[in-house]
C-alpha cells in the first residue's frame, strides 16, 4: 500500500483565497483525522471521522475551516478564506484500529 | 477527557548518553498508548505501542517504553542515543471507542555528536 496521500505536498496562497487540502486514506482503514502543526501550538487534532462521518470537529478553529468525507478514500479540508495565521502542516492521518498512520502533510504558506 | 502530558519541552543530550522521557496521561479506562518520532521535515511514524499485555515494550531503533499503569505513566528510554536520534517525539493515547487519537505536545530531542 502507498501509504496515506496527501496533496499539494506545498500550498502558497494569497490572504482571502480558497484553499483546499486533499487526503487519500489508507486502503480499509475507518478513521481519518486531520492534524495541523504549528511551532506555537504544536500537533492539533482539527476533526476525526468514522466510517465516513465526522465524530469530533470541536479543534476546527472557526468557521473558515470545512471538512469532508464524500467516501471511504476521499477526504478534503477547505479553508475559506484563508489568512496568514492560517500558515502550518497539516497532516491526514488514518487508522483502522489503534494506530494511525500519517501522509506527509501539506505545508501551507498563506501571505 | 482523556490527556496526555510530555513535561521535557526540549532535551539536548550527547551522543551515547541515556535518554528517558516523561509521559503522563489522564483517562481511567483501559488505554492504548504510542510513541511516535518526527524527523526534521517529515512526518509522524510509529516508535512502538502498548495494548495489552508486558508493560515493557520494544520498539524500532533501540527504543522501549513501560507502562505503569499506577502512575499513568509511558515513559520512553533509550540507553545509548545517536545523533541520527535528533527528532520530535510524541507520546499518544488511545481509549478505544471511536479510535481517537491524543497527542502530547511533543519533546523536541538534540543529539550533540
Known amino acids: 500500500d502507498a501509504g496515506v496521500i496527501q496533496s499539494p505536498r506545498h500550498e502558497v496562497t494569497e490572504m482571502g483565497q480558497e484553499v483546499t487540502l486533499r487526503c487519500k486514506p489508507i486502503s480499509g482503514h475507518n478513521s481519518l483525522f486531520w492534524y495541523r502543526q504549528t511551532m506555537m501550538r504544536g500537533l492539533e487534532l482539527l476533526i476525526y471521522?468514522?466510517?465516513?462521518?465526522?465524530?469530533?470537529d470541536s479543534g476546527m478553529p472557526e468557521d473558515r475551516f470545512s471538512a469532508k468525507m464524500p467516501n471511504a478514500s476521499f477526504s478534503t479540508l477547505k479553508i475559506q478564506p484563508s489568512e496568514p495565521r492560517d500558515s502550518a502542516v497539516y497532516f491526514c492521518?488514518?487508522?483502522?484500529?489503534?494506530?494511525?498512520?500519517f501522509g506527509q502533510g501539506t505545508r501551507l504558506t498563506v501571505v | 477527557a482523556q490527556s496526555v502530558s510530555q513535561h521535557n519541552h526540549h532535551v539536548i543530550l550527547s551522543e551515547a548518553a541515556s535518554l528517558e522521557l516523561g509521559c503522563n496521561y489522564s483517562y481511567g479506562g483501559t488505554v492504548n498508548l504510542f510513541w511516535y518520532v518526527q524527523y526534521p521535515g517529515q512526518h509522524l511514524q510509529l516508535l512502538l505501542k502498548?495494548?495489552?499485555?508486558?508493560?515493557l515494550v520494544k520498539g524500532i531503533k533501540g527504543f522501549e517504553a513501560e507502562f505503569i499503569k499506577s502512575k499513568f505513566s509511558f515513559n520512553l528510554r533509550k540507553p545509548s542515543v545517536q545523533w541520527s536520534d535528533t527528532a520530535e517525539y510524541f507520546c499518544a493515547v488511545n481509549s478505544g471507542g471511536y479510535q481517537k487519537v491524543t497527542f502530547g505536545t511533543g519533546t523536541k530531542l538534540q543529539v550533540i555528536p
Open positions: 502498548y495494548f495489552s499485555g508486558d508493560p
Open positions: 492521518a488514518s487508522s483502522l484500529g489503534y494506530e494511525a498512520f
Open positions: 471521522f468514522n466510517n465516513n462521518v465526522p465524530i469530533d
